[in-house]
């Protein structure tokens, strides 16, 4: 218990830190969507870009790794949406949006800093492949299925053209891929500019985390708390318990390689959850409370995760 204590308990201090520093107004509420802005499109581009320029894709790229990963989170999604239109009487387009809260993971904020404590920089390789299909794979897969159950009668390519469009112009997919070009291409970074982008990618941990704890005040709980306790419990409890049946009892991965995926899976809904509600203007509170319940449940769930793969 010592060990998950000192793991988890510096994470979610800086989390407490931008909350009750935001709370109290020691830090002003009109500076966190800029704060986000700054992690999501700018700081955590450029952490990605420089984790796949380091990547030895051959050793990395493992599928038996990624797979159960993206089932297992592909799995909640559909739960959820079943859930939100059977149980809560949600519209299609808005049982998308409460879907996709139990999809999206945190795993760049929290799952980055709480995995690397736990297990390890050994750690990161595995890590990072993951989170470089993350964004592209589930944004593509909520914009398509939102775009597929809201088109009111628009030809299919069109509604796969809006979503591709959307998936382009996503920041964190344009830092992954000039990583990865640069890195297949065999050139290196200018040494001033390798400086400069180190210099921004230290800042992304404390920054985003901070900003977390600082967004985490604008959410309050409401009459949507039914339905988002249901999405964080698929998010925080489905997601890695499916994972884990896959990784170790089906595929027989080792339990300290395929922990690190199942404590990643583990991680709550992250705040992209919430950016993709408010953009298709479909389920925003619903995917606000899942964000604030999940995180505040994932102080003893990823306890309790810690201590089941001990």
Same mark, same amino acid.
């Given at each position: ?34 704060? @986000?802005?700054?992690?999501?499109? *700018?700081? =955590? #581009?450029? !952490?990605?870009?420089?984790? +796949? $320029? %380091?990547?030895?894709? &051959? ?67 595995? @890590?990072?492949?993951?989170?470089? *299909?993350? =964004? #592209?794979? !589930?944004?593509?897969?909520? +914009? $398509? %299925?939102?775009?597929? &159950? ?75 708390? =039914? #339905?988002? !306790? ?81």
């Amino acid at each position: 218990m010592l060990f998950i204590f000192n793991v988890i308990a510096p994470v979610f201090c800086l989390v407490g830190l931008g909350y009750f520093a935001t709370w109290f107004k020691a830090f002003p509420q009109d500076g966190i969507k800029g704060l @986000i802005a700054f992690t999501n499109n *700018f700081a =955590a #581009p450029f !952490l990605l870009f420089r984790a +796949m $320029l %380091t990547i030895d894709f &051959s050793s990395a790229l493992n599928p038996n790794l990624i797979l159960p990963f993206y089932i297992a989170a592909l799995t909640g999604f559909v739960v959820g949406i079943i859930l939100a239109r059977t149980q809560f009487g949600a519209r299609p387009g808005v049982s998308v949006a409460i879907g996709f809260s139990a999809l999206f993971t945190n795993t760049v904020l929290l799952g980055i800093p709480i995995i690397q404590r736990a297990y390890g920089d050994e750690a990161l390789p595995t @890590i990072y492949m993951i989170i470089g *299909f993350h =964004a #592209p794979t !589930l944004m593509s897969v909520g +914009m $398509l %299925t939102m775009e597929m &159950s809201r088109r009111d009668g628009r030809p299919i390519s069109h509604a796969l053209r809006d979503a591709l469009k959307r998936i382009a112009t996503n920041p964190l997919l344009i830092g992954i891929a000039s990583g990865v070009a640069l890195n297949l291409s065999g050139l290196q970074l200018p040494l001033f500019l390798d400086d400069a982008t180190k210099l921004l990618v230290s800042a992304v941990l404390p920054t985003a985390l901070f900003g977390l704890g600082a967004a985490l005040t604008q959410y309050r709980l409401s009459a949507s708390w =039914a #339905p988002a !306790l249901a999405m964080a419990l698929i998010k925080n409890l489905l997601h890695p318990a499916l994972a884990y049946v896959m990784l170790v009892p089906l595929l027989g991965v080792p339990l300290e390689i395929a922990r690190i995926v199942v404590l990643l899976a583990a991680m709550p809904t992250g705040i992209n959850a919430y950016i993709f509600s408010t953009y298709f203007n479909r389920g925003t509170d619903v995917a606000a409370t899942t964000v604030l319940i999940g995180t505040l449940l994932s102080v003893f769930t990823i306890s309790f995760w810690l201590w089941v793969l001990s």
